[in-house]
């Protein structure tokens, strides 16, 4: 309970009971879009998701519209890789029940405009879901700020632990979905004809909780707390910046998207070289790229690839690690195109 408030105040929750604790992001997404599902959703209604999703934040809500019989709808992203707000108001209508979106996208590096979002969707009375796996550790995480009805994170991307995440909600919807899972310590009373459920948070957090995972999440809480916000935003954004143009130099390589606003992420492919053999060789080096399509497949199919090298930037890298990346690429090119 000491971690849960101290998660509450990373995110400034209004209340901690707010904050439920689950396996991870993916969990979290599916417990909503189960219990969210089941009460709100009927046949015809729809659901907007955007096309810079992860798998874990475009599948779930894919999945609960076929048993519904609602209609998912997608919000494209552009040439430089960011949403058409003017689109997004158009999508909405009476039918319109929930949006889903991430804060940043995982592939592109992409920082969605979640707020003028929410405000757009509470404009016509549609409750968001923000998925911030991949900016609470990196942009502003304030909910209440945002206004978002529900934010959704993982531990390990704040450098907790695996296997512990967050899924936060507005009170007002917590107390009407109906729980996710059954069992122990998310009842009230239990008879034969009919069970009662506990109060918040515990109607969300059936069975032995994940308690050392918990208290990991909240060290690391406390960990990110030590820091000022907005200077570990603007370090991370000079390092990006500087690791865009140290890229951008290198023949044949290709940077996916051009936002106005790109956080922690390097996307790229160099011409003639698969992805895959260039994070080998780079990992050979000991530097450590991800390859493929990062669980984000109808990002890959928009941009006519099978994937890309992608470079995560974190509190802990520096410039000597660009430049070690922009050597390890001249490097693997020399080795491959000769």
């Not at 390097?266 to 990992?283: A, C, E, R, T």
Request: glycine share 8%; charged share 20%.
């Amino acid at each position: 309970e000491a971690a849960r408030r101290k998660v509450a105040g990373y995110i400034n929750a209004e209340y901690n009971h707010e904050v439920i604790f689950t396996r991870g992001t993916t969990e979290s997404v599916n417990l909503v879009a189960y219990t969210f599902g089941e009460k709100f959703v009927r046949p015809g209604d729809e659901v907007i998701v955007s096309q810079l999703e992860h798998h874990s934040n475009f599948v779930p809500w894919q999945q609960m519209c076929l048993r519904r019989g609602a209609t998912l709808r997608l919000l494209p992203f552009d040439e430089h890789g960011e949403l058409d707000l003017l689109l997004f108001d158009s999508l909405l209508n009476e039918k319109t029940r929930l949006v889903a979106v991430n804060h940043v996208s995982n592939s592109l590096g992409t920082v969605n405009p979640v707020g003028e979002i929410i405000r757009l969707a509470h404009a016509h009375d549609v409750p968001v879901l923000v998925d911030a796996a991949q900016s609470v550790q990196h942009l502003e995480h304030d909910v209440r700020s945002l206004d978002t009805d529900f934010y959704v994170f993982s531990g390990h991307k704040m450098y907790g632990p695996m296997g512990i995440g967050v899924f936060y909600g507005k009170e007002k919807w917590l107390e009407v979905l109906p729980p996710f899972m059954s069992g122990g310590e998310m009842i009230d009373t239990v008879t034969p004809e009919k069970v009662t459920f506990n109060v918040l948070p515990f109607k969300f957090e059936a069975g032995t909780p994940n308690v050392a995972e918990a208290i990991g999440l909240g060290a690391a809480s406390d960990y990110l707390q030590q820091f000022d916000q907005a200077e570990l935003q603007k370090y991370e954004e000079d390092l990006l910046a500087y690791g865009l143009t140290l890229l951008a130099e290198i023949p044949d390589l290709v940077i996916y998207g051009s936002p106005k606003h790109r956080s922690s992420i390097l996307p790229f492919n160099v011409s003639g070289i698969q992805h895959y053999d260039m994070g080998v060789l780079l990992d050979s080096m000991g530097i450590a790229v991800r390859t493929g399509q990062h669980c984000t497949q109808p990002i890959m199919d928009a941009l006519r690839i099978s994937g890309t090298v992608r470079a995560s930037l974190a509190l802990y890298n520096d410039r000597a690690d660009l430049e070690k990346l922009a050597s390890g690429v001249r490097r693997v090119i020399k080795m491959l195109k000769r």
